[in-house]
């Protein structure tokens, strides 16, 4: 039970739900950055929502099921095939032994999750088995997955419904995610520095587009537009920073914290993107934009929890067809 | 350092707050973020993931769907500022940290020290004054942040005190000692950084699968001490 790894991918990690409670010692959280992908692909092969995923970047790696895997493809879309036969995201999938998983043109999103039924076998570093690279730790071994590397599956499918002349079948039910990508405009709250922007840059900050800069990663989003400026210096000393705050840099420039922040910042936080929309923003690539819009907390939270509401409603009704279908 | 010392509480994101003890680096504001933070540890708040203790703060990082599915109708960001009110309210000026006296070598050999000859010339010193400035303080560790096992340690001599480089390295060595500010501290991991560096230890100051991962912690103090560029390196291959 494995999959073998045939050609390198930019930069394919093990992840998961995230690294808490260790911030205390400058251990950043990690984990997925589009936890409602990671969440719809676990939950369409029957995972616990922050089972382990494999987090791919485009262009995402080749590889062999060295045996029969019930598998879901969640997030973003590289035109995924199995053995040249184009596949569908979003459906669980069982994929026959020694059948062959490749990408071909990015169409939309910058990161597609793989979920296995029952997960990978990974290492486990303080309580998860997201991958933290800088440390060398968790995931597989603390490395990028490169050719060669076998990663192994906790177990086999409960399920061999393969037609012999397929090297896959489509299990007949899709989770519908048209509400979670749909927009490019970002909600915010203000962060303790917003009140120092000058109202010309408070105005700019919902009015402008953002472009997505090249050096954007999994530590953060850096923007280009029209720089921004406080109305008053303040003199900053490090503290705590937070997935989705947004920083003034002091050139004017915003930087959006993602997955692997720094536990602690310096710069103005002009902002906090809200939890609900960071699975969007995760799937934006450089050179792609985006606009933003001030919101109150409290609405931020109804947002999340309807959000999570519905992955609920979606992971309870993937359960019961997995359940169905395997009776 | 009594309870009625000022604070003020805010949103850091929708899924975490800060409590602040005023905007500076100062060893008492300190002191009351390290006790809070021990009190936080020892009577944890459901739904809390992390405790970030900075210079001057104490960043709370909820869960916020566990805590919100309890109680949708109810704001979670103002249940968790009420606790956390109550907690610093109840905490006393009675504390007394139990601080650690560390001693770190640091060899300050030109080899593993890049800045160390212009620091000194900026600053109208010699080299070596500059390492008896830097080794003959005793240190605070404010916190630990930037990498894992990051600390950020002061105050610097102000005669070597020395800002962050204008273009950061692409590549500082695990064990660099730097100094940024007033602030001195060591690099854990290779890694980019913009502090200058005047010397190196041979001490892991991170190990991933060790009871405690980092060598230091908030509140310790810290002394540096000289060896040579032999002993650093059979230090480092012992």
């Known amino acids: 039970m494995s999959i073998l790894i045939t050609r390198n991918g930019l930069l394919d990690t093990i992840q998961d739900g995230g690294r808490y409670g260790y911030q205390h010692l400058g251990i950043n959280p990690g984990g997925v950055m589009d936890k409602a992908a990671m969440q719809i692909a676990n939950a369409l092969v029957g995972n616990d929502p922050k089972e382990a995923v494999i987090e791919m970047h485009f262009p995402a790696a080749e590889m062999v099921f060295e045996k029969t895997t019930l598998i879901a493809l969640c997030g973003a879309n590289f035109s995924a095939t199995i053995n040249g ?89 899709k989770a519908k995610v048209s509400d979670l990508y749909g927009s490019t405009r970002l909600r915010f709250i203000a962060g303790e520095e917003y009140q120092l922007l000058d109202d010309i840059s408070k105005q700019k900050l919902i009015d402008l587009s953002f472009t997505i800069g090249r050096d954007s990663d999994r530590m953060g989003y850096r923007l280009q537009a ?49 939890s609900a929309d960071i699975p969007t923003l995760a799937q934006l690539s450089a050179g792609e934009t985006f606009s933003l819009e001030i919101i109150d907390i409290n609405k931020a939270e109804t947002i999340l929890y309807e959000q999570e509401m519905n992955l609920q409603q979606l992971q309870n009704a993937c359960n019961f067809r997995l359940q169905e279908y395997l009776k | 350092m009594t309870h009625s010392s000022p604070y003020h509480i805010y949103p850091c994101g929708d899924h975490a707050l800060t409590i602040s003890f005023g905007e500076k680096v100062d060893i008492d504001i300190n002191e009351k973020v390290i006790q809070l933070f021990h009190f936080l540890q020892g009577a944890p708040i459901a739904g809390v993931l992390d405790i970030i203790p900075a210079y001057s703060t104490i960043t709370i990082v909820y869960d916020l769907i566990i805590l919100k599915k309890k109680n949708p109708a ?11 009110k109550k907690a610093v309210e109840q905490i006393t000026g009675s504390y007394m940290s139990q601080n650690r006296l560390i001693k770190i070598p640091v060899c ?11 620091l000194a010339e900026q600053h109208h010193l010699t080299i070596d004054e500059v390492i008896q400035l830097h080794a003959g303080k005793t240190y605070r560790v404010f916190m630990i942040g930037f990498l894992p096992g990051f600390s950020y340690m002061g105050t610097v001599d102000e005669k070597i005190a020395t800002p962050r480089k204008s273009k950061p390295r692409t590549l500082v060595p695990a064990g660099s000692v730097g100094i940024a500010g007033e602030q001195t501290g060591i690099y854990p991991f290779d890694s980019p950084g913009g502090w200058q560096l005047i010397g190196q230890t041979p001490v892991a100051m991170f190990s991933a699968y060790r009871e405690t991962p980092c060598y230091l912690q908030p509140g310790d103090e810290v002394q540096f001490y000289p060896i040579t560029l032999s002993e650093f390196e059979n230090y480092t291959n012992a």
């Open chain 1, 85 to 173: 036969e184009e596949i569908a995201l979003m459906q669980p999938l069982l994929i026959r032994e020694g059948s062959v998983l490749m990408f071909g043109k990015k169409q939309r999103g910058a990161r597609i999750y793989l979920a296995v039924q029952g997960g990978f076998i990974a290492d486990e570093w303080l309580q998860s088995k997201s991958t933290h690279l800088k440390v060398k730790a968790g995931g597989f071994a603390g490395k990028p997955l490169l050719k060669k590397h076998r990663i192994f599956l906790q177990r086999a499918p409960l399920l061999s419904i393969l037609h012999p002349d397929h090297s896959f079948e489509i299990l007949p039910w």
């Open chain 1, 226 to 274: 029209d720089p921004l400026q406080l109305s008053s210096h303040k003199e900053m000393i490090s503290t705590a920073v937070a997935l989705g705050t947004i920083q003034l840099l002091p050139d004017g420039q915003l930087i959006v914290l993602m997955a692997d922040h720094q536990t602690t910042g310096g710069y103005p936080r002009v902002g906090h993107i809200i």
């Open chain 2, 74 to 84: 109810r704001s979670v960001y103002q249940s968790m500022y009420a606790e956390i």
């Open chain 2, 108 to 118: 300050y050999d030109l080899s593993v020290a890049p800045d160390l000859v212009s």
